[in-house]
């Protein structure tokens, strides 16, 4: 039993002592950072880790550990609003396309999810940055997008099995409509589940955000983002590789995070669902 | 089976209609235009107008609409505004960098995946499957571009085994084109081999699990004998599934990976003829993308309709 | 003792390889930041187009030398007539298309008034707006009539867009350039490479080089492992300048600093709210650390300047000294301008990295003497789209890279919107002076009155870094035009 409960939490402990750790990070840049980001010492640039700036400097001579916890707060803030859109449009219409399930409304929103996943993400967001410009807010819907179709289809897939269980027959019987149903019986027995996705996409979303940064569609100077350091680095890495590598570590072990906080979540909340991927 | 079959059609034409829609009217309202663009600063206006007309842009929304896409269904996409070259030309000279590239891409994951997921699989819980699940866990962490900024940074410039980027073409020889791949494939394979090889190793267990493989090991089968000879075969449906979509992935997702190794590929294509505003190659090559992907769908459903009748209703 | 005897012997080793065992080489390849859209320099802007055809495919009149100065091309010689209204080329004889075509007057006529035409296409269209007609008088002589005497004009046919093209093969310039160079064009690999091959019926002095090929290498550690691994020979813009000094100290390599005609500047929306206002214009040009943002943004590499003008110029004016580095000058006049603390102006970025990098020092720069910026990154069609013709901002930084080019600060409605009435009558008088010392004069004042009315922040001169195998001689140390003239270059051993 011990051995079970151990195994049990193996990736969850991990994992959401990594997420804690650099959500922690983003909250505290609000209160304190060793140095400033804002002023730039050009005199000071590209110092590699030392006693001061433990992380070393930017080419612009920014503290770079500075610059990480600051630009965590993008970094997170766009994957994890991306994945609230994906949730706030996406489950709604996974839960209709059920509840109509084979219909014509049913019909329509599957092949709009089609429709999206027809695009290849990056190319969305191309589009979307080539009309409004590049910018956080712009990254953020076209992550988001995406999401939409990932939630609409398992919220519809999970949902529809539901359908046919006894409970769902006996609110039913009992007159509710579907979209009472939709709300107080399926709904609450696939929060496991979107939760679980919902932290998959996330660390999808911070991936996301560092290759739109990296190819300068992501956030905009001077708000610092993890993938526009990486992107300011990438010329650097010949002369100053920690330029690139900190930045890339932090991703690394954020999403990292992430995905075993969503297998743990998983194993955690369903044991049923265990199978670790 | 027909009528499926045709609603399907139906539905896939219905598809591609809006999808065309959708990226004509997104492409339209973009800020700049190509004839500015290529004329630069010091070019009047008048001038500016007469490569516009020149170019066909002065003709309506409408007309310029329907012109493109009558001409995408005779195979005519259109000449390119920069380059003057017919955008046919330039997608086929650009799918011979991104379709090798994808083809090896993927090759090298399944290469990487398939050992691994099946050792992972026949040892579970044991080192083997905690080392391969570490390892994979850790490769899809990894951005590729990332990855691919370090091979770079080792291989082609301390070592230089390879070169740092660029294509030379095919007309050098197959393993001048492959050299000036690898790198990039590796940066691509290495997520993709990750995810493949988690899919393959749940999907092997799922199948150990299911009734048959359990009588068939209650005969007296080992563990090993049973995965060689039930569970892989039955586990391949998922993970064909997944390498059906790697595929179109990398072959339009590798834009950011083409970007660090300055290939001409598809994806770049897109990005370069989009910030050119050479509108109508962005919108050809991103229909040809979609077109791509909506037909890969099709025939995975119909294949699994036929397969399953069961599908043919609702999922 | 040991090192020194094997290292000699090596020496000598190498000696008997490269030097007389092996002809020089005599193919070269060149590095380029940027892929040209098409060869057409006729009908597009792109310097990259100049950079593979100027001097080697294609020919004008007259040319540009490596020190800027205009030369005899396409004309052998000309006579300036009617008080500088008439111009009378002699043409060159015997001289072929690439493709066996004879060049005549025809096709001087031909290509002039393609340009000027109602439906010219040519980005600058401007250089022959004084041009009322072209008369072919023979063969070989061709007179070119002018509205107003001009000055300007040998200097004007010396552009890349003003080079002579056959009515045969002029529509197909774009992709199968045929014209009267050295070097003909014989293959392209989009988005890797242009190769072209010396032209062995060429009219004036062979080239060394039998081959030449253009690698484009937009990728900045690309271009460092391309240059490092040997693949390219030369890279006459090298496009990082953070990885010069790493070159530098490589024995193989060479780094040279050239000049540029690119100014590179701050520019301000004149009639914008806030920067209508001289005292504001004045404060940002004092807020402004030039040296922080050359090392800053292109690692040291560049000259600071004080107004619209290239240093390496004659006529040249050192007026740094009107926009020092003062904040507390720009917080005392922000303040008398009554927008002290209260100013938000955007900040629009194209993408090259003196305008990335630049910006982002100068949005910090700005802050510190309490104006805030909103930085946005463009691309350049919506920078023409919205900074250019939609005058929609209120500062951007852009290199304005044509030679000599104050004049567009009397242009009308010019994005930078200056106006000045004082400023056109001079560049007006200018553009019909002939006399080189009245010239010399009114370059002065032009540059002295565009400093003084703190029009634009003025930032540095762009430098021409560029990185060659110490082997080549005869490349441009500077760039008085967007070329890579290959007519005189070649190996040494």
């Known amino acids: 039993m011990a051995s079970t409960t151990r195994k049990r939490f193996r990736n969850l402990v991990p994992g959401a002592f990594l997420v804690v750790l650099f959500f922690g990070a983003a909250i505290v840049s609000f209160f304190y950072t060793p140095f400033d980001v804002e002023t730039l010492n050009i005199k000071q640039r590209m110092l590699t880790p030392n006693a001061v700036n433990w992380l070393g400097t930017d080419h612009f001579g920014r503290d770079i550990l500075s610059m990480l916890m600051v630009g965590a707060r993008t970094s997170l803030a766009v994957a994890f609003i991306a994945v609230g859109i994906g949730l706030l449009f996406g489950v709604p219409l996974g839960l209709m396309a059920a509840s109509y399930r084979g219909g014509w409304i049913d019909e329509f929103i599957m092949r709009g999810n089609d429709l999206v996943f027809a695009f290849p993400a990056l190319v969305i967001a191309i589009m979307i940055t080539a009309v409004f410009g590049p910018g956080a807010v712009n990254a953020i819907i076209a992550i988001g997008i995406f999401n939409i179709p990932v939630f609409a289809r398992l919220t519809r897939g999970a949902s529809l099995s539901l359908w046919n269980r006894e409970f769902i027959m006996a609110a039913r019987v009992a007159g509710k409509n579907s979209a009472r149903i939709s709300i107080e019986h399926i709904l609450p027995n696939i929060t496991n589940l979107l939760i679980v996705q919902g932290t998959i996409q996330f660390s999808l979303g911070i991936l996301a955000e560092a290759g739109l940064s990296y190819v300068g569609l992501g956030a905009q100077p001077p708000t610092p983002s993890w993938g526009r350091m990486l992107a300011d680095s990438q010329t650097l890495t010949t002369i100053a590789p920690h330029l690139a590598l900190f930045p890339g570590m932090v991703i690394v072990l954020t999403v990292l995070g992430l995905n075993l906080l969503g297998d743990g979540l998983r194993d955690w909340l369903d044991p049923r669902l265990r199978r670790e991927r | 089976m027909l009528f499926y079959l045709f609603k399907r059609i139906t539905s896939l034409i219905a598809t591609l209609v809006v999808a065309s829609l959708v990226v004509f009217t997104v492409i339209e309202v973009v800020p700049g235009d190509p004839a500015s663009y290529m004329l630069g600063m010091n070019a009047s206006e008048d001038t500016v107008q ?187 449906i998922p993970v064909l599934t997944i390498i059906g979509l790697q595929f179109s992935f990398l072959l339009a997702g590798a834009i950011i990976i083409e970007n660090v190794f300055f290939l001409p590929g598809l994806g770049r294509l897109i990005f370069q003829s989009i910030a050119q505003r050479d509108l109508i190659v962005v919108e050809s090559v991103i229909m040809l993308l979609v077109f791509a992907v909506v037909l890969v769908t099709f025939l995975v459903d119909i294949a699994y309709a036929w397969v399953d009748p069961r599908m043919r209703r609702g999922h | 003792m040991k090192f020194f005897t094997r290292s000699v012997t090596s020496l000598m080793l190498a000696a008997v390889f490269s030097g007389s065992a092996l002809a020089a080489k005599t193919d070269i390849t060149i590095g380029m930041a940027l892929e040209p859209p098409n060869l057409d320099p006729t009908g597009g802007a792109a310097a990259a187009i100049d950079e593979v055809v100027y001097a080697n495919i294609f020919e004008g009149l007259t040319r540009f030398g490596a020190d800027g100065s205009v030369n005899p091309a396409l004309a052998s010689e000309w006579a300036i007539e009617e008080e500088g209204k008439r111009y009378v080329f002699t043409l060159q004889s015997g001289v072929k298309y690439h493709d066996g075509a004879d060049f005549t007057a025809e096709d001087v006529k031909f290509s002039l008034d393609r340009a000027r035409g109602e439906d010219s296409t040519n980005a600058q269209k401007g250089l022959f707006a004084n041009i009322t007609d072209v008369e072919v008088i023979d063969d070989t002589t061709v007179a070119v009539n002018l509205e107003n005497p001009d000055g300007n004009l040998l200097f004007n046919l010396a552009w890349g867009d003003a080079i002579i093209l056959d009515s045969a093969s002029a529509e197909t310039a774009a992709t199968a350039p045929v014209g009267t160079g050295p070097f003909k064009f014989s293959n392209w690999v989009q988005g890797d490479r242009i190769d072209i091959e010396r032209n062995p019926d060429y009219w004036g002095e062979a080239v060394a080089l039998e081959k030449a090929t253009f690698k484009f290498i937009s990728e900045p550690t690309a271009a460092f492992a391309a240059l490092m691994a040997g693949d390219v020979d030369a890279f006459p813009n090298y496009p990082a300048p953070e990885n010069l000094p790493q070159l530098e100290a490589d024995p193989r390599f ?22 209508s206002d001289v005292r504001v214009r004045k404060a940002i040009a004092h807020a402004i650390d030039r ?203």
């Open chain 2, 50 to 236: 007469a490569l516009k007309t020149e170019l066909g842009l002065n003709q309506g929304r409408i007309p310029r609409y329907f012109g493109w896409v009558s001409g995408m269904l005779r195979g005519d996409f259109g000449t390119s505004y920069t380059y003057r070259t017919p955008v046919a030309d330039m997608v086929s000279e650009r799918l011979m960098v991104s379709l090798p590239l994808a083809l090896s891409a993927l090759t090298l994951a399944i290469v990487l995946a398939f050992p691994a997921g099946l050792l992972a699989a026949s040892r579970r819980g044991g080192a083997v499957d905690s080392i391969v699940m570490a390892i994979t866990q850790l490769g899809v962490a990894i951005p590729n571009f990332w990855f691919a900024m370090w091979l770079v940074l080792l291989f082609a410039i301390k070592w230089q085994w390879f070169s740092a980027g660029g294509f030379p073409g095919w007309d050098i020889g197959f393993w001048g084109g492959m050299k000036a791949l690898t790198l990039p494939a590796i940066a691509l394979a290495l997520p993709q081999a990750s995810i493949l090889a988690r899919v393959l190793r749940s999907s092997l267990l799922d199948v150990l699990n299911e009734d048959y493989v359990r009588t068939a090991r209650a005969k007296g089968l080992t563990r090993r004998q049973a995965l060689w000879r039930h569970a892989l075969r039955n586990a391949m």
């Open chain 3, 254 to 275: 060479s780094v040279v600093l050239g000049s540029t005609e690119g100014e590179t500047i701050l520019s301000m929306n004149n009639k914008s709210e806030a920067l």
């Open chain 3, 291 to 493: 040296q922080a943002i050359i090392d800053g943004a292109m690692f040291g590499y560049g000259t600071p300047i004080g107004s619209h003008f290239a240093p390496h110029h004659p006529s040249y004016l050192d007026l740094t000294g009107n926009s020092p580095f003062d904040q507390d000058a720009a917080r005392a006049l922000l303040k008398e301008a009554g927008v002290e603390g209260d100013l938000t102006l955007s900040l629009k970025l194209p993408p090259p990295a003196y305008a990335r990098r630049g910006g982002e020092i100068i949005a910090a720069q700005l802050r510190e003497v309490g104006i805030d910026t909103e930085i946005e990154n463009v691309e350049w069609a919506q920078w023409l789209e919205q900074v250019f013709k939609g005058k929609d901002f209120d500062l951007t930084i852009v290199s304005h890279t044509e030679p000599l080019d104050i004049g567009i600060y009397a242009r009308d409605d010019y994005y930078f919107q200056y106006d000045n009435p004082n400023f056109k009558e001079l560049i007006g008088a200018f553009n019909v002076e002939t006399d080189p010392e009245q010239r010399d004069v009114m370059l002065k004042q032009a540059q002295t009155m565009v400093s003084e009315d703190y029009v634009n922040g003025f930032l540095f001169q762009l430098a021409k870094t560029g990185v060659a195998n110490n082997k080549i001689e005869g490349l441009w140390a500077n760039q008085p035009t967007q070329a890579n003239d290959l007519t005189g270059v070649s190996w040494t051993d």
